[in-house]
């Protein structure tokens, strides 16, 4: 059972992923003396987010393991192989009516800091916007903050648009926040780009 109160932010995290480009589980690829998984749990858990629900699915017997580990909520993606739009929309139906905003974050972002998601958390509370983006040198990264008013506009969304049509169908809800970091830019597909980053 998840046991929330009034206001809440959490974080969604998506780990229900086949790796197939990576060829290799990538959530629990080793990474800075960790987990490529870990790495985001930890970079969340620093930051003034209040609770974490990773979405599971491909590794779920072994990020169970991890979650129960960590004592963080989890779910099960039945869908995860529809893509990632049907992890983000299991993600929100299971966050509990109490929560306020949820990230979306990107299991294989280990790069993103915690002051990244206070200066989001931060943004959203003063400036009144619904959907929260990072920019770094005019390009938009993640993780992206939803107010939990587009609850049920998530859940309608067209899975050939992907989560990304709901802030253009919203612009005028959007604030892009300028950061420093390029870490929200980076993603991890291929062991050609794990290892670059790892040697």
């Not at 509990?96 to 280990?110: E, H, L, M, R």
């Not at 990072?134 to 609850?151: C, E, Q, S």
């Not at 859940?155 to 612009?171: M, N």
Request: hydrophobic share 35%.
């Amino acid at each position: 059972m998840i046991y929330s109160t009034m206001g809440e932010i959490w974080a969604v995290i998506l780990a229900a992923g086949e790796s197939k480009r990576m060829g290799y589980p990538k959530m629990l690829l080793p990474f800075h003396d960790s987990t490529m998984i870990e790495c985001v749990i930890a970079s969340v858990t620093k930051s003034n987010v209040n609770k974490i629900l990773i979405v599971l699915g491909a590794e779920k017997d072994t990020l169970t393991q991890l979650a129960d580990k960590l004592h963080i909520e989890y779910c099960l993606n039945e869908n995860y192989k529809e893509g990632m739009l049907s992890s983000v929309q299991c993600g929100f139906k299971n966050l509990p009516s109490a929560c306020k905003a949820s990230f979306v974050f990107q299991g294989d972002q280990p790069l993103i800091t915690f002051n990244t998601i206070d200066t989001l958390i931060n943004a959203y509370k003063s400036s009144g916007r619904g959907i929260i983006i990072p920019v770094y040198k005019n390009k938009r990264g993640h993780p992206i903050l939803i107010d939990m008013k587009y609850r049920s506009e998530i859940d309608k969304l067209s899975h050939t648009k992907g989560l990304r049509s709901l802030s253009y169908k919203f612009s005028y809800d959007v604030l892009e926040v300028e950061t420093d970091e390029s870490g929200i830019l980076r993603d991890f597909d291929t062991f050609e780009q794990y290892t670059k980053e790892i040697i």
